[in-house]
């Protein structure tokens, strides 16, 4: 009885993830991803980390940015945005602008 | 060993692990077989090893997904000591332990 | 005590004080929280030591390794569940820890990934065959000293020293959002899972019985538990530091292992990409080969097998085939493609909910004088275990529930 009672309080307590929680998940995922990713662009251009290193840590971000970019299928102008970061070859630049982009959408999932 | 209470003797032996007369681990106790020699005195009588005696001791949706039936005796006359470890009188083979582990041993060429 | 052994056991210990989820959940706390959780990373600190010493103690007096005395206290039931939640917790953690190695050789060589995991996974198992067991463990312990390259970074940022300080004292910041709130209490059972590992006691307690240890390595034993946790963990809060410094900032909350290597990369460039790549590839392989073991020093001491490094494989067949069919479950799961970051947020709270039955045997014959003799816990280690068991069952309880709520840490 008391086996089941705690069951059902975890399974209560998982479903407590919303859809608007889901979302925030990717996106705040998408938003340190593009920063890591812009870090090491930044750190390219100075010819302070390895090509080996930075060509494999790109393909990682994109890799991650596509997960990110399923869980925002709600908001799509912000999946749009992950699709072309990852089918281009943006700089830190970019890279920080995209950052700036997603940010309102962060903010108005944590309001909700 | 003997005692009055057979949960000494139950705590002396049970779970313990079992050395052979070469020091070698060759089992765990699994359960003691014990008797009322004198009124209000409990001996032990033998050692229960191996999968044979889990069911007792455990529900049947767990020792059901555990491999193996069989119990192994020794006799109370073969055990050397006991203390942290129950240390026997004979090798592991005299006494029909650890048959599978030796089978493997004969076949990769080691003791 | 020969010195030149504690030499070595100690900077064995600090080498291999790290593993990938300490990399991932530490650098996580230090770009979220700044410095708030170094006071846990403290607490958890001193609860390894106590457990250590009292685990390499029970082993030296007794000759019993953790998993004998679980069977012996805990009974079957309840022994034989606390080896399944073991088995799974470090079997999960052996996983995360051999696609950490894969992630850093493939940062180094550019391969796939999925042929670097099995090349890692051969590696090790290579590793474990061919060394001696003291050379296993020193091996990667002392090739994991790379790590200090990122103390050495944090020295060299010049971080602000006074809010580190203030970040040692025990604190509850009231004044966070409650999302924020959860997510502090989801880190800091995280750090204390992470650094309380239960398979590093597994790993200790057989090594000190597989090194032969007897009463008079108690020195020994408690040098390494206390100098060797201790420096290790400071490698941990360099870590956690340097991500508040250099990361939190950014935004960047490390979802990608590689990112952790930019913390000595940031002052030291290239060399220190390449020289904290390495320290990793160690200090994570090293965690690979001591989850590994556990595993099958636990199954092997709960059923009563021969076990052991210290013998050849072929004496002790059955333990040989648990720690292959071990690396062979754990390389299963690394390629069906599950990240090492995310099997490093299963590992954690897998590992804090066994902890208290692991821990609990431990506490209750390191005071039985008919095992330990005049070297059963004195009142200093009796106070601490069990406050500490108290710590670890609270944490142990609110793991999952915080799990769930903050989705991970990720909210």
């Not at chain 2, 033998?46 to 529900?59: D, E, H, Q």
């Not at chain 3, 390894?48 to 007096?61: T, W």
């Not at chain 3, 970074?153 to 971080?159: E, V, Y």
Request: some cysteine.
């Amino acid at each position: 009885m008391r086996g089941c009672f705690a069951l059902l309080m975890l399974t209560a307590l998982g479903a407590c993830s919303s859809q608007s929680d889901k979302q925030l998940e990717a996106v705040k995922a998408a938003r340190s991803v593009i920063a890591e990713w812009a870090l090491v662009e930044q750190q390219a251009d100075r010819g302070q980390v390895q090509a080996t290193y930075a060509g494999q840590m790109r393909k990682m971000a994109k890799d991650e940015l596509k997960t990110a970019q399923a869980g925002l299928a709600q908001q799509p102008d912000a999946a749009n945005l992950l699709e072309k970061l990852r089918s281009d070859s943006p700089d830190a630049a970019a890279l920080k602008q995209a950052d700036d982009a997603l940010k309102p959408v962060e903010n108005s999932l944590e309001a909700s | 060993m003997r005692a009055a209470d057979p949960r000494h003797l139950i705590r002396a032996y049970r779970d313990l692990e079992l050395l052979d007369r070469d020091d070698e681990i060759c089992g765990i106790v699994d359960d003691i077989e014990m008797a009322q020699r004198e009124p209000g005195i409990w001996e032990m009588t033998a050692l229960l090893v191996g999968p044979g005696t889990w069911r007792r001791r455990a529900p049947r949706w767990l020792t059901s997904l555990l491999p193996g039936h069989k119990t192994v005796r020794v006799d109370a006359a073969e055990v050397a000591s006991t203390g942290t470890a129950v240390r026997l009188l004979k090798r592991a083979e005299e006494l029909d332990l650890a048959r599978f582990e030796h089978k493997l041993l004969r076949r990769f060429g080691a003791r | 005590m020969k010195p030149l052994e504690i030499f070595l056991g100690v900077l064995t210990a600090v080498g291999g004080f790290v593993d990938v989820s300490e990399l991932v959940f530490m650098s996580q706390a230090g770009s979220r929280f700044d410095y708030r959780l170094l006071w846990v990373v403290v607490v958890a600190t001193i609860g390894i030591m106590v457990f250590s010493e009292m685990s390499g103690r029970v082993a030296a007096m007794s000759r019993q390794p953790l998993f004998n005395v679980i069977r012996h206290r805990l009974g079957f039931s309840l022994g034989l569940l606390t080896l399944a939640g073991a088995l799974i917790s470090t079997l999960i953690t052996c996983a995360a820890e051999i696609g950490g190695v894969a992630l850093v050789l493939q940062l180094l060589t550019g391969w796939s990934y999925t042929l670097l995991a099995v090349v890692a996974a051969a590696l090790l198992i290579l590793s474990i065959y061919l060394l001696p067991f003291k050379w296993i463990e020193r091996t990667y312990g002392i090739l994991g000293l790379f790590m200090l390259v990122f103390g050495a970074a944090l020295i060299a940022i010049h971080p602000p020293w006074n809010e580190i300080a203030a970040g040692l004292k025990p604190q509850i910041p009231l004044e966070m959002s409650q999302r924020d709130l959860l997510g502090y209490g989801y880190f800091a059972v995280a750090l204390i899972s992470a650094v309380m590992f239960p398979y590093e006691l597994y790993f200790y307690s057989s090594g000190g019985v597989e090194d032969g240890w007897g009463s008079a390595d108690i020195g020994t034993n408690r040098i390494t538990s206390f100098l060797g946790m201790g420096l290790g963990s400071l490698l941990a809060m360099a870590l956690l530091c340097l991500s508040a410094q250099e990361f939190g900032p950014k935004g960047i909350s490390p979802e990608m292992i590689g990112t952790v290597v930019l913390e000595p990369g940031l002052p030291y460039g290239k060399l220190g990409i390449l020289l904290g790549l390495l320290g990793m590839l160690f200090a994570i392989g090293g965690a690979a080969i001591e989850t590994c073991l556990a595993c099958a020093y636990g199954v092997c001491q709960f059923f009563g097998w021969r076990w052991g490094r210290h013998k050849k494989p072929s004496e002790t067949p059955l333990f040989t085939l648990a720690w292959l069919v071990v690396f062979v479950l754990a390389l299963g799961i690394v390629l069906t493609g599950i990240e090492p970051t995310e099997l490093a947020d299963y590992a954690i709270v897998s590992a804090i909910v066994v902890l208290p039955l692991s821990f609990l045997p431990l506490l209750l014959v390191g005071r039985d004088r008919t095992f330990m003799r005049d070297k059963a816990n004195g009142v200093l280690a009796n106070t601490l275990g069990w406050a500490y068991y108290a710590l670890i069952v609270v944490a142990a309880v609110a793991a999952i529930p915080l799990y769930l709520l903050t989705s991970g840490g990720k909210l």
